[in-house]
C-alpha cells in the first residue's frame, strides 16, 4: 500500500504542476486577448480530479483491495502511457494548452503531435479517461474506477461541446 500512496502523491504532484503551468499560460492567452468560456463545469472537474486522487487510496484501506499483479502492473503500465500521451498535448499546445477552456480569437488550430490525427480531435481526453480508469486499479480500487470513468464520461460530454463551440468561434467557422 505504501508505494501506492507514493504513485498517487506523485499524480497529485503531476496536477499541481499542470495548474501552475495553466496559470503562466492563461495569462499569455489572456495578454492577446484570450476568451474563457466554460466555467459552470470546471469547479466540478477539479472536483472529479480531485476526488479520484482521495477515493482510491481510501477504498484501498477500508476495502482492503489487494494487489493483483495481473491487474496492476498492465494498469500501471496504462497510468504511465496516459501521463505520455498528456504531456505529449501539453507540450504540443505549449502556451495554449490550459486546464480551462481558454482560446485566443485568430489563431489556428493546432495541427502536429497528437493533434494531427483528425479523428482524434481531444487526445489529452482520451489520457484523462485512460488514467481515471487505470490509477485505481493499480490497487484494484475498483468502485473508485468505476465511478470516475461514469461521472468523467457525462463530464466530457459537456466539456468537449465547451471546447468545440469555443474553437470554433474563435477560429470564425
Given at each position: 500500500?505504501?508505494?501506492?500512496?507514493?504513485?498517487?502523491?506523485?499524480?497529485?504532484?503531476?496536477?499541481?504542476?499542470?495548474?501552475?503551468?495553466?496559470?503562466?499560460?492563461?495569462?499569455?492567452?489572456?495578454?492577446?486577448?484570450?476568451?474563457?468560456?466554460?466555467?459552470?463545469?470546471?469547479?466540478?472537474?477539479?472536483?472529479?480530479?480531485?476526488?479520484?486522487?482521495?477515493?482510491?487510496?481510501?477504498?484501498?484501506?477500508?476495502?482492503?483491495?489487494p494487489f493483483l499483479p495481473v491487474?496492476?502492473?498492465?494498469?500501471?503500465?496504462?497510468?504511465?502511457?496516459?501521463?505520455?500521451?498528456?504531456?505529449?498535448?501539453?507540450?504540443?499546445?505549449?502556451?495554449?494548452?490550459?486546464?480551462?477552456?481558454?482560446?485566443?480569437?485568430?489563431?489556428?488550430?493546432?495541427?502536429?503531435?497528437?493533434?494531427?490525427?483528425?479523428?482524434?480531435?481531444?487526445?489529452?481526453?482520451v489520457a484523462v479517461a485512460a488514467?481515471?480508469?487505470?490509477?485505481?486499479?493499480?490497487?484494484?480500487?475498483?468502485?473508485?474506477?468505476?465511478?470516475?470513468?461514469?461521472?468523467?464520461?457525462?463530464?466530457?460530454?459537456?466539456?468537449?461541446?465547451?471546447?468545440?463551440?469555443?474553437?470554433?468561434?474563435?477560429?470564425?467557422?
Amino acid at each position: 500500500m505504501t508505494w501506492y500512496l507514493l504513485l498517487i502523491v506523485l499524480v497529485g504532484l503531476e496536477r499541481v504542476a499542470e495548474l501552475v503551468l495553466a496559470r503562466r499560460n492563461a495569462a499569455w492567452s489572456m495578454a492577446r486577448g484570450g476568451v474563457v468560456t466554460g466555467q459552470g463545469h470546471y469547479p466540478w472537474m477539479v472536483a472529479l480530479h480531485t476526488g479520484l486522487l482521495v477515493c482510491a487510496p481510501l477504498e484501498v484501506a477500508l476495502g482492503e483491495r489487494p494487489f493483483l499483479p495481473v491487474i496492476g502492473w498492465p494498469m500501471l503500465a496504462l497510468v504511465v502511457a496516459a501521463q505520455a500521451l498528456r504531456w505529449w498535448c501539453i507540450t504540443t499546445l505549449g502556451p495554449r494548452w490550459n486546464t480551462q477552456v481558454i482560446v485566443v480569437p485568430g489563431l489556428p488550430l493546432v495541427t502536429r503531435g497528437p493533434y494531427r490525427f483528425r479523428w482524434l480531435r481531444h487526445p489529452n481526453y482520451v489520457a484523462v479517461a485512460a488514467e481515471g480508469l487505470a490509477l485505481p486499479l493499480v490497487h484494484t480500487a475498483w468502485v473508485t474506477a468505476l465511478a470516475f470513468t461514469v461521472l468523467n464520461a457525462a463530464l466530457m460530454v459537456v466539456r468537449i461541446r465547451c471546447e468545440n463551440a469555443a474553437l470554433t468561434l474563435a477560429s470564425g467557422r
